[in-house]
């Protein structure tokens, strides 16, 4: 993958990321409030001591994980993938300058010392299980009262 490329493959696997936390901050506040409440939301669920770990646990409660298990596990994948590309640092494949178009760029694992992440690869699975895990959440909050567009 080039540089461009991965600019913007990584931006858009963060803006879909996004989409998610917020499909699950709109859960979490029904389920308490009776109604997706935006200053629960923003000061509570988008406070920086609010990480992902913390919605996700929430969401748990909520929910049956054991009925859900495949669904928080592809959620998990989702998570794992979005902080490769969020937090890795660039290696370049082939002997040419980095903003070369025909560059050939991998990331670096930030979790594992050594490991080179092909985010071609990485990038369609996230795209793959993205739409899953998406409807997944939408379908939830609707039968939770969620006004999703």
Known sequence: MNLKVLINTRGDIIHQFIQIE???????????????????????????MSSFGFKKTVLKQILDDKKFGKEFQYLEDLNRIRNIFGHASMELMNDVKVDDPNADIWLSNPKKIGDKVDPTEKSKTFYKTYLTVYKWLIDIGRERGVPFP
């Open 22 to 48: 917020i499909a699950i901050n709109c859960i979490i506040s029904a389920h308490f409030l009776g109604k997706v409440s935006p200053n629960f939301v923003v000061d509570v669920l988008n406070n920086e």
